[in-house]
């Protein structure tokens, strides 16, 4: 027993003393771990987000993909009949049923389409003259239409909710000048000068 004793103070006697860590470096492994899991997690979240991104993206192409879909299938039921319209006329000639046929069609599809916000629109003549309404396809000279007024309408306008999607086409009185309203400020001075 003495051997080993004498043999286990020989092995305390050869060990050397533990190296103590020091601190910043402790700190320093920390701060390196800590670092590592925020750049992992940073990674991961840029990952989730492309994954985002590219899942936005497919249903937005999906949704504009069907977007009228139902729009769609409330003018299949225009189309049948106007299909059957034709079929009547191949079988009886009857004009006038084929006029009254797609008059109603025609209803149907105009209902169909103001259900979904689309509204047409027809300037009045001698109504001014508005670019964002209107489309000047041609101008006259007007002899009761002030210059700038509409003279014909060629075709109605359409507004999409309060979007114009197809302006009217018009033909715009030019060349006959305009009658000038006077402000009360100049009528006052006219009525003295005239005195």
Known sequence: MEELVKEAQVNTQNEEPKEEIPKEEIELKKKEEEIKYWKDLALRYAAELENLKKA?????????????????????SSIDNLERALEAFKQSENKE????????????????????????????????????????????????IPNGGITKVYQKGYKLHDRI???ALVCVCVGKKDVKEETPQEEEENIIENE
């Open 56 to 76: 936005f993206k497919r249903e937005k192409e999906e949704y504009y993909k069907f977007a009228l879909e139902t729009v769609f299938k409330e003018l299949l």
């Open 97 to 144: 049923a084929l006029k009254e046929g797609v008059e109603l069609t025609l209803k149907s599809i105009i209902q169909t389409l103001r259900k979904f916000g689309l509204e047409p629109f027809i300037p009045s003549i001698g109504e001014p003259f508005k670019p964002y309404l209107h489309e000047a396809l041609s101008t006259e000279e007007h002899p009761e």
């Open 165 to 167: 999607i197809r302006p």
